[in-house]
């Protein structure tokens, strides 16, 4: 027998194509269909008659695994979930006191490296890896991974040993390969073709299975791609391709190792994809464009009309709260238990126990920091707990009354509830505990969906901590309860129905695999969320991983970006929805599947794209408190603010709120950790403002040529192409340098190109500006400080240009993601400030709010004319590296004596006096509260 590989066009609809393979064969042949997921087998059968679907078997690749272990496995198995072989592992582990003893000789302490160690040992069953196993030497590593890893060889060998009579995700791909030797499963097979559709990455353990199968068999794969060069590209006289569909290929070589192959091919047409990008400050405003961009009107019917994709199910909620109610809706993901008001109280509640079990141990007063205890008090269900339970409200109030960094729970007589949970011996009480507390909680301001959350709780982690057999062996305690319910609460989804199969298709992009849709709408297409950050594996470094012949992260990141580009290729529309950020506080970065289709029209010479740009504005709440009364100390503090030197970054964050400056700046309150924040934004920007910089630095104190430019291309390009070894010696440069050295070489090669075309772009419109100016530099980060107005800041570039009879002072910041927003001189003038003195409410800072959004190049001009006193004219602009063409330069100009000039000064002035003056701190929620981060503890938030 043989292996048949069909190679299906993109163009063409391949779960079409697969329908109409079964149509030729079935129902005269009995056939067995595979598939990595599910959902695209709900589309098949729908193509099928009901004979067709009838003699055909439809498994998910791991379904038919596992079905093959409990159906053929010569001796009967017992099927294990992620917890209980956690706790497997963790049992073989407290049985070897060498390893044991350096985890902390801890059952609570040694949880977590268990379950890495079991994810470990998964992947190790899947590649058929662990002959390749032996005992390691990594000095770098911490003392826990250190001692796993020398002694991860007999580690692995006792698992396997353990592993005998059970079976979980992983050790299930070994049993279904002596499942397939089996006489039984030999005559299952026998009269049976079967089809693998979509499975571009296959472990070692399916290729033996697939080689087995196919020595008896007919195995047909499927695979979609791209037979119409949709890939490549020329730059600089060579062609190229960014290797999305090499997956595919590399697959079909390992197919070719184990059997005979044909080929078959299934054209189509090379059509392109009509491509929109929409740039969007938050969720919410991405859900916003989505309706818009939802057939007005009717209902969506076909099933393969209009798909949403989302990287992240926890943009689920807000997305869907944006939708018209008269759409049918078939979503096929759930929403992560963690992320639900349940979720995100228990994790709270556990951040509170973990501050206060060292002191409950040593019998401390339990004292847990504001911060902490806001963030739990900040949740409908605290609230919700009956007052004569737990008294939230009065706590929260006594918080804001004192404005301390600590709480005393023992003196403020609140501790009662956390000593219950810190007093637990088991997982009973436990269980008893929650769900005491659960019991008190009152119906009242409990919403449908937080009530299923509860009532999920309790029936798929409180419950099933009661039969957990295997608990009773270990010395239980509240942390270890807490690894065991963070990790359950991991892998728990709030599920929604994916019936009828028709409507809105929403789902996730493992969910989306094969699937192809007229229109498809991706959402949240930020770097660090798709792809994902690569997580630092504290047991096994990347090195030992390849060494061993684990997949690496760049493997996976490459069938993350083929599901994406295969999804997007073979729509007709596709719509791209990424955060741009709208604040000086939040940047967000394009990830570099975006980057990457911006780069390929570029290089196309198609012309470039020039992303949708939308706002929506939120008014703030009259009917909301309207501040926090100041005391003596908060008006000190305010006071060292104002009258030391502030920069034009604090200015703006005043502006836009000053409950969360309040927060920031006054209580040193940390915010939310923004995991969308892209340590490559900050990174590759620092890069590209660093390179500018160098190359300007040639010419400083002189006139820019024509050569210049040319010469600044030729700099630039000689710094990206030596990286990082260019910037090694660049100073401050470490974390640069170590992220360049750390890029895979994928990514780092996308990098320079991107980066090396923009900047000579950059360059090639700053030759085009010299044809009308001349221009000196005579400033590179150039600090400044103003003694009237106490501020002060670093200006990237300052120039003298001569253009016609004028002399103007230009001042240039770089920007290489979002703009600065800058307003109009109109605006300014609606401004009265005769009518602000000695008025320091919240009525004139919110005015203020509405027609300045940014002080920043109004500060620089003000630092600019300190520097140089004698000059009349100024100009500030930005330069927008990653848009260098004409329209992305922006500024605002003055001369001295302009009445704007002076109404930049009374506005800074009375910024700082309202800090002072103001009686209350003003909260002004509106659209930043979307990206604030402080909204998980601010009472004013109006998201």
């Known amino acids: 027998m043989s292996i048949e590989i069909n190679r299906v066009d993109l163009s063409l609809n391949f779960l079409s194509v697969i329908a109409e393979n079964i149509s030729l064969l079935s129902p005269r042949n009995k056939l067995v269909v595979l598939f990595p997921n599910i959902r695209p087998i709900r589309f098949v059968t729908k193509m099928l008659t009901l004979d067709q679907n009838l003699s055909t078997e439809f498994y998910t690749i791991e379904n038919f695994l596992s079905d093959m272990v409990g159906k053929f496995y010569p001796s009967k198995i017992k099927y294990l979930d992620q917890i209980k072989r956690t706790l497997l592992i963790l049992k073989l582990i407290k049985e070897i006191p060498d390893i044991y003893k350096y985890l902390g000789n801890r059952d609570d302490l040694a949880f977590p490296w268990a379950k890495r160690v079991s994810s470990l040992f998964e992947e190790i069953d899947k590649q058929m890896l662990g002959n390749r196993l032996h005992d390691f030497q990594y000095v770098e590593a911490i003392d826990e991974a250190r001692k796993i890893i020398e002694n991860i060889k007999t580690l692995y060998r006792e698992y396997r040993n353990l592993f005998n009579n059970v079976t979980s995700s992983g050790d299930v791909y070994l049993k279904a390969l002596e499942a397939i030797e089996t006489e039984y499963f030999k005559n299952y097979i026998s009269d049976k073709t079967f089809f693998i559709c979509g499975a571009v990455y296959l472990s070692n353990a399916e290729l033996k299975i697939y080689e087995e199968i196919s020595k008896k068999n007919h195995i047909k794969f499927f695979f979609h791609t791209d037979l119409h060069g949709r890939d490549n590209f020329e730059f600089g006289g060579e062609n190229y391709s960014f290797g999305v569909y090499s997956l595919v290929e590399n697959t079909i070589e390992k197919l070719k190792k184990i059997s005979e192959i044909t080929f078959r091919e299934h054209k189509g047409t090379k059509i392109r994809t009509k491509i929109e990008l929409h740039e969007l400050s938050d969720t919410i405003s991405e859900g916003k464009v989505l309706n818009h961009i939802l057939p007005k009107g009717r209902k969506i019917v076909a099933a393969d009309e209009f798909g949403v994709i989302l990287p992240s199910e926890s943009s689920l909620l807000p997305i869907l709260s944006q939708i018209d109610g008269n759409k049918d809706l078939n979503i096929t993901m759930g929403y992560p238990f963690k992320n639900t008001e349940v979720g995100i109280f228990i994790n709270n509640l556990f951040d509170i126990l973990e501050e206060l079990y060292p002191r409950y141990l040593n019998g401390q007063p339990l004292i847990v920091t504001t911060e902490t205890i806001l963030r739990f008090l900040d949740s409908s269900i605290s609230t919700s707990i009956k007052r004569d339970y737990f008294d939230s409200i009065s706590l929260r109030q006594i918080i804001y009354k004192d404005c301390m960094p600590s709480v005393n729970l023992q003196e403020k007589g609140y501790a009662e509830l956390f000593i219950k ?24 301001g409990i919403d449908p969906f937080t009530e299923n959350s509860i009532s999920i709780f309790v029936s798929r982690m409180l419950q099933p901590l009661k039969t957990i057999d295997l608990l009773e062996e270990f010395d239980i305690n509240i942390t270890f309860i807490q690894s065991i319910i963070k990790e359950m609460m991991n ?26 849709f007229d229109t498809v709408v991706f959402i949240d297409m930020n770097e660090g969320v798709i792809p994902s950050i690569p997580k630092i594996d504290p047991l096994l470094p990347e090195s030992i991983k390849r060494e061993i012949g684990l997949s690496s992260y760049e493997e996976r990141e490459q069938l993350v970006r083929y599901n994406f580009f295969r999804t997007l290729h073979s729509s007709k529309t596709a719509h791209i929805l990424y955060k741009s950020g709208g604040s000086s506080r939040e940047k967000f970065m394009r990830s570099r599947f975006v980057e990457q289709l911006i780069l390929m029209k570029e290089l196309e010479n198609i012309g ?12 703030p709440n009259k009917n909301e408190s309207d501040g926090i009364q100041k005391d003596d100390k908060i008006i000190e503090k305010f006071c060292e603010i104002a009258n030391n030197k502030i920069s034009s970054t604090q200015l703006d964050e005043y502006i836009t709120c000053p409950y969360s400056f309040y927060l ?3 209580k040193g309150i940390k915010g939310r950790i923004n995991f969308d924040n892209g340590f490559d934004a900050s990174n590759v920007g620092k890069l590209a403002h660093k390179i500018v910089e160098e190359c300007y630095k040639k010419t400083m104190g002189n006139y820019l040529a024509d050569g210049d430019m040319d010469n600044f291309s030729r700099i630039a390009a000689s710094i990206i192409d030596d990286l990082p070894d260019s910037i090694a010696n660049f100073k401050d440069f470490e974390s640069v340098y170590a992220y360049l050295k750390n890029l895979n070489e994928f990514p780092f090669k996308i990098l320079q190109i991107t980066l090396k075309d923009r900047l000579l772009k950059y360059f090639k419109e700053q030759k085009l500006i010299l044809k009308n100016e001349n221009i000196k530099i005579i400033g590179l980060e150039k600090y400044f400080v103003d003694k009237q107005l106490m501020i002060h800041g670093y200006i990237d570039r300052i120039e003298i240009v001569e253009r016609e009879a004028d002399t103007i002072l230009r001042i240039i910041d770089y920007k290489t993601g979002g703009y600065t927003k800058i307003f109009s001189p109109a605006k300014l003038k609606k401004i009265n400030l005769d009518i602000f003195e000695d008025k320091f409410g ?10 300045v959004p940014s002080l920043q190049l109004p500060v620089y001009i003000i630092g600019a004319s300190n520097i140089y006193s004698d000059r009349e ?12 063409e004409k329209d992305s330069v922006r500024g605002i100009s003055i001369s001295k004596g302009d009445e704007s000039l002076a109404r930049y000064y009374q506005i800074i002035k009375y910024i700082k006096e309202h800090m002072v003056k103001s009686e209350k701190i003003y909260p002004l929620p509106g659209d930043n509260c979307r990206y604030c981060e402080y909204s998980y503890l601010c009472k004013f938030e109006k998201v």
């Open 491 to 516: 892998d728990l989804y709030i599920p929604f129905e994916g019936d009828p199969l028709k409507g809105l298709q929403i789902m996730g992009f493992l969910e989306s695999r094969s699937i192809s």
């Open 421 to 444: 949970l810190l007093e637990i011996k088991g997982p009973k009480e436990f269980v008893l505990t929650m769900e005491d507390i659960l019991q008190n909680i009152e119906d009242k």
């Open 664 to 666: 920031k700046r006054i």
């Open 608 to 619: 470039t794209f020039q992303p949708q740009k939308y706002h929506f504005a939120i008014s």
């Open 873 to 884: 004219k100024f100009e500030a602009k930005i330069h927008n590296l990653s848009k260098p």
């Open 842 to 851: 919240i009525e004139e800072i919110s005015e203020i709010k509405r027609d």
